[in-house]
Structures are given as structure tokens and as C-alpha cells.
């Protein structure tokens, strides 16, 4: 069924149907265009349009078309259908159950409120799902990081082993992205909680709703301000790709690090059976697919957020058809944004940390260097002469093979008067931590109250 015809002499071409119609993707949005219709109901209702026992009639009908849809029998309910997009199949339907009365439903409606509409409450609670997710991450992150609050692994700069640093306090740092993460979503769907209805195809309706009465009705925070804006904008949709984008950012590099750290070559950490693969052929293989997945779906959200940016580039105001092609990325975004992190969750229950092999990677190399230079430094070397004696003390220890262990306080105070025999003891990556305790450091005091205050923030997590 069409929305419209009457100023057509012939209907549109095979070709041109095929080409335009949406139902079998926005078809997903069938619930929340019927809670949206039905509001709209109750709305025309109070505004002296449609009679009491009309819309209830209505709202029934709404409550069956979505049953149906849901229901068992929802592919027999779909096949077939040509309508060009949800909210005509809707209303299709509508008029096989309630005749003439479906007629009225959408007086004064347009589709492109109806569609900013049905977006947003379809979005909100796909806000709501993802930081629960994210939240769910930051969970099994803390969980991970309790179980070894010792460990001590390299921390790295441009891959390259930089400084020591506790398991927890990495962990950490990507806490403190999820929970930017967390919040970002939050805004998102602050401003995806504002009800458009009201406001026609651009010039505002011709007929007296109480729009502050549809946003309670349908749970929104606020109204929209201006009919025009809610025709032309899909910021709202940007703003919740743009976080997902960010979220899969994350996922990815935490995805990288743990390929990295799980590979033979690290030998840090084992990823359970469960979110690993065999080979076809190599038997002896363990392959970190699921990381791997993450790290390569992280493109297509990235993509649709760019696909729907360069949609929107250059609209002329108000709607365009070219703002149809909003759904299909917004759709993918959220599916692969919840189905990575729900996949991140697994494999972070899964890791088994070797603390022995980092620790070793620590001593062996010379993340202490920076330690050694700054407690030259506390005791009165100017930094930039402490930094020389130490690459000088690194130099001729990787040119002789010698570990920082492999240095006795006697014989540093021989290579140079400044190493008295308070500074030997940095030889050891645990000494230096914790000269860090500085608030956002790696000291192992603050390390642990960061973890403790990151219990009770994610506790109060709106
Ligand atoms: N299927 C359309 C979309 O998603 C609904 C709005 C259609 N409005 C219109 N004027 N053709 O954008």
C-alpha cells in the first residue's frame, strides 16, 4: 500500500520499487513505529481528532500487527509485502484490520517525523544496551586485574619495553577509556531522548497536540525546538556511531595488545579453548580468532559512521531520500559494537596471566634505566647528566650482556660515583614503582586504591 498516489497517473516502475523500498531492513523498527503510532493515537485523541473508541480500536490493532509480526507465523506476516517502507506496511496492515479508520491514523503525519521518531526510541535502547556492555567490560577488566595485583609486566612505548608497570594499572588504563566510553553514550542518548513528533514533514503540524504530553507518553526527556531541524538531522545517529566508533577503537587495541601478548613470542598469557580456533592443517595451532574478529569489525562501525557522515554531507534543508540510508549502518554499528563487547567479555574471563614471563621480560631488559636516572637525579645530579650516566651504564651492559641484576652496588659505585648504595636497589623493577605513587601512577599504593575507587565507580554507574 501507498502513503500516497492521487497525483499520479501511473504508479512507479518495477525497477524503481525494488531500488527505493526499505521494509526488508527497516522492517526492524516495527515495534517502535507501532509505540510511536499509538501515542500519536492517544495525541489525536486529545486533540478532539479521533473519537475515544477510535483510538482504542487503533491501539488494539497496533497491539495485533505486532504480535503478529513477532510471532511465530512473522515470515508468512511480511512475505510478499510491497510496501515501501515500515511505516506503510503498518499502516497496510492497519487498514486489512480496522478498514476505513486507518484512514485517519495519520492525519497530519509525516513520515519524516514519524522515521526521527521511530529511530530515536529504537536507538535509545540501543544506547542503554551497549553501555550496559560496556559496563559489563569494565567489570571483567577489574576482575582480571585482581586476580594478579602483583604482576609486574614491561610497560611499552613504541613497542619497544619502556617501564615497569603493575597488570592492574594497564587494565586500568583501559577502564578509564571504557568508562569515557560509558559516557560518551550517555550523551549520545541524552540527545537521542528528545521527541520529534509534532512537527509534519518540516513546517509543524496543522493540528493541536500537546507534544510535551506525547514525550511523557513515550518516556522522552524533552521536545524538539524546530520542525525544520527535526526533518534534516540525524546528528543524533552520528553521535551514538561516533561512540561506537570510540568503543570499537578501544576493543581493537585491546584486541592487538592481547593478540600480542597471548603469541608465542610474548608467552604471557593463555586465551581459554573457548574464544580460540584451530588450523585446518597445522594441528599445533591455537589462533586468537576472536580478538582477531574484534580488532577486524572495529572497521565496519568505523565505516558507518563514516558512510552516514558523507550521506549527510551537502543535504539541501530539510529531508531527502538520501537520509533512508541512515539505517543499515546505524543497524550494523550497534549489532557489531554489542557483539564485540560481549565477545571482549568472554575472552577477558578466559585470559590465564604467566606473571613469571613478563616479570622476567622486565628484569632481563632495562626498563629500570628511568629509575636509576631519576634517583641520581632526587640526589642532586642534574637529570640531564643522570640521564647520560645511565645510558652510559645501559650501553656498556647490553655491549657486555649484562642484566641489571647482574650489577652489584659495589660495582655500580665503580662505573660512577653518583650510583650510591641506596640507588642499587632500583636495579630491581619492583623498587622503582614505588617511587610512583603519585596520584594516576603505577605506585602500588595508588594502584590499589585506583582499583578499589574503580569498584565503587563502576557500583554507582547510572
Ligand atoms: N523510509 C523513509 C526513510 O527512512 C521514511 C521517510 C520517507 N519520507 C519521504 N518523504 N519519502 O527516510
Given at each position: 500500500?501507498?502513503?500516497?498516489?492521487?497525483?499520479?497517473?501511473?504508479?512507479?516502475?518495477?525497477v524503481f520499487?525494488?531500488?527505493?523500498?526499505?521494509?526488508?531492513?527497516?522492517?526492524?523498527?516495527?515495534?517502535?513505529?507501532?509505540?510511536?503510532?499509538?501515542?500519536?493515537?492517544?495525541?489525536?485523541?486529545?486533540?478532539?481528532?479521533l473519537?475515544?473508541?477510535?483510538?482504542?480500536?487503533l491501539?488494539?490493532?497496533?497491539?495485533?500487527?505486532?504480535a503478529?509480526?513477532?510471532?511465530?507465523?512473522?515470515?508468512?506476516?511480511?512475505?510478499?509485502?510491497?510496501?515501501?517502507?515500515?511505516?506503510?506496511?503498518?499502516?497496510h496492515?492497519?487498514?486489512?484490520?480496522?478498514?476505513?479508520?486507518?484512514?485517519?491514523?495519520?492525519?497530519?503525519?509525516?513520515?519524516?517525523?514519524?522515521?526521527?521518531?521511530?529511530?530515536?526510541?529504537?536507538?535509545?535502547?540501543?544506547?542503554?544496551?551497549?553501555r550496559?556492555?560496556?559496563?559489563?567490560?569494565?567489570?571483567?577488566?577489574?576482575?582480571?586485574?585482581?586476580?594478579?595485583?602483583?604482576?609486574?609486566?614491561?610497560?611499552?612505548?613504541?613497542?619497544?619495553?619502556?617501564?615497569?608497570?603493575?597488570?592492574?594499572?594497564?587494565?586500568?588504563?583501559?577502564?578509564?577509556?571504557?568508562?569515557?566510553?560509558?559516557?560518551?553514550?550517555?550523551?549520545?542518548?541524552?540527545?537521542?531522548?528528545?521527541?520529534?513528533?509534532?512537527?509534519?514533514?518540516?513546517?509543524?503540524?496543522?493540528?493541536?497536540?500537546?507534544?510535551?504530553?506525547?514525550?511523557?507518553?513515550?518516556?522522552?526527556?524533552?521536545?524538539?525546538?524546530?520542525?525544520?531541524?527535526?526533518?534534516?538531522?540525524?546528528?543524533?545517529?552520528?553521535?551514538?556511531?561516533?561512540?561506537?566508533?570510540?568503543?570499537?577503537?578501544?576493543?581493537?587495541?585491546?584486541?592487538?595488545?592481547?593478540?600480542?601478548?597471548?603469541?608465542?613470542?610474548?608467552?604471557w598469557?593463555?586465551?581459554?579453548?573457548?574464544?580460540?580456533?584451530?588450523?585446518?592443517?597445522?594441528?599445533?595451532?591455537?589462533?586468537?580468532?576472536?580478538?582477531?574478529?574484534?580488532?577486524?569489525?572495529?572497521?565496519?562501525?568505523?565505516?558507518?559512521?563514516?558512510?552516514?557522515?558523507?550521506?549527510?554531507?551537502?543535504?539541501?534543508?530539510?529531508?531527502?531520500?538520501?537520509?533512508?540510508?541512515?539505517?543499515?549502518?546505524?543497524?550494523?554499528?550497534?549489532?557489531?559494537?554489542?557483539g564485540?563487547?560481549?565477545?571482549?567479555?568472554?575472552?577477558?574471563?578466559?585470559?590465564?596471566l604467566?606473571?613469571?614471563?613478563?616479570?622476567?621480560?622486565?628484569?632481563?631488559?632495562?626498563?629500570?634505566?628511568?629509575?636509576?636516572?631519576?634517583?641520581?637525579?632526587?640526589?642532586?645530579?642534574?637529570?640531564?647528566?643522570?640521564?647520560?650516566?645511565?645510558?652510559?651504564?645501559?650501553?656498556?651492559?647490553?655491549?657486555?650482556?649484562?642484566?641489571?641484576?647482574?650489577?652489584?652496588?659495589?660495582?655500580?659505585?665503580?662505573?660512577?660515583?653518583?650510583?650510591?648504595?641506596?640507588?642499587?636497589?632500583?636495579?630491581?623493577?619492583?623498587?622503582?614503582?614505588?617511587?610512583?605513587?603519585?596520584?594516576?601512577?603505577?605506585?602500588?599504593?595508588?594502584?590499589?586504591?585506583?582499583?578499589?575507587?574503580?569498584?565503587?565507580?563502576?557500583?554507582?554507574?547510572?
Open positions: 500500500m501507498k502513503l500516497w498516489g492521487g497525483r499520479f497517473e501511473s504508479g512507479p516502475s518495477e520499487e525494488r531500488f527505493s523500498n526499505s521494509l526488508h531492513f527497516d522492517r526492524r523498527l516495527l515495534a517502535v513505529d507501532v509505540r510511536g503510532s499509538q501515542a500519536f493515537a492517544r495525541s489525536l485523541t486529545r486533540a478532539g481528532v473519537a475515544e473508541a477510535e483510538c482504542a480500536t491501539c488494539e490493532a497496533f497491539d495485533a500487527i505486532r503478529d509480526a513477532e510471532g511465530e507465523n512473522a515470515a508468512a506476516f511480511f512475505a510478499g509485502a510491497d510496501d515501501e517502507d515500515v511505516h506503510s506496511f503498518v499502516i496492515k492497519l487498514k486489512l484490520r480496522v478498514g476505513a479508520l486507518a484512514d485517519k491514523i495519520h492525519t497530519g503525519r509525516s513520515r519524516n517525523e514519524q522515521v526521527s521518531l521511530d529511530t530515536r526510541l529504537w536507538l535509545r535502547e540501543e544506547c542503554d544496551r551497549t550496559e556492555l560496556v559496563k559489563s567490560l569494565m567489570g571483567e577488566l577489574l576482575e582480571l586485574a585482581a586476580k594478579y595485583p602483583n604482576a609486574v609486566i614491561p610497560g611499552y612505548t613504541h613497542l619497544r619495553r619502556a617501564q615497569p608497570v603493575l597488570w592492574p594499572h594497564y587494565l586500568l588504563a583501559y577502564f578509564e577509556m571504557l568508562a569515557r566510553d560509558y559516557d560518551r553514550l550517555g550523551d549520545a542518548r541524552r540527545r537521542v531522548n528528545v521527541m520529534p513528533l509534532g512537527s509534519g514533514a518540516l513546517a509543524g503540524s496543522g493540528f493541536p497536540h500537546d507534544r510535551e504530553a506525547i514525550a511523557r507518553d513515550l518516556g522522552f526527556a524533552s521536545i524538539t525546538a524546530n520542525s525544520m531541524d527535526v526533518s534534516a538531522d540525524r546528528d543524533f545517529a552520528l553521535d551514538y556511531l561516533y561512540a561506537a566508533s570510540v568503543v570499537m577503537i578501544h576493543l581493537s587495541r585491546l584486541a592487538e595488545d592481547w593478540i600480542l601478548y597471548s603469541s608465542e613470542e610474548f608467552g598469557m593463555e586465551l581459554g579453548d573457548g574464544v580460540t580456533s584451530g588450523s585446518s592443517l597445522m594441528p599445533q595451532k591455537k589462533n586468537p580468532d576472536s580478538l582477531e574478529l574484534i580488532r577486524g569489525k572495529s572497521g565496519r562501525v568505523i565505516g558507518a559512521l563514516n558512510s552516514l557522515l558523507f550521506t549527510m554531507k551537502g543535504l539541501p534543508m530539510t529531508y531527502n531520500r538520501d537520509m533512508q540510508e541512515d539505517k543499515e549502518p546505524l543497524f550494523e554499528a550497534a549489532d557489531q559494537a554489542n564485540c563487547l560481549e565477545m571482549a567479555c568472554c575472552v577477558a574471563e578466559s585470559v590465564v604467566h606473571p613469571d614471563v613478563p616479570f622476567a621480560a622486565a628484569e632481563e631488559s632495562w626498563v629500570v634505566a628511568t629509575d636509576l636516572a631519576e634517583a641520581l637525579a632526587r640526589n642532586g645530579t642534574a637529570f640531564h647528566q643522570a640521564h647520560q650516566i645511565v645510558g652510559r651504564l645501559v650501553l656498556d651492559s647490553l655491549r657486555n650482556g649484562k642484566k641489571p641484576a647482574d650489577w652489584s652496588a659495589e660495582a655500580l659505585a665503580a662505573f660512577a660515583p653518583e650510583f650510591t648504595a641506596d640507588v642499587a636497589r632500583l636495579l630491581d623493577p619492583r623498587e622503582g614503582m614505588k617511587t610512583r605513587e603519585i596520584a594516576g601512577g603505577t605506585g602500588p599504593g595508588v594502584v590499589a586504591a585506583a582499583l578499589a575507587a574503580a569498584r565503587v565507580r563502576l557500583s554507582e554507574m547510572a
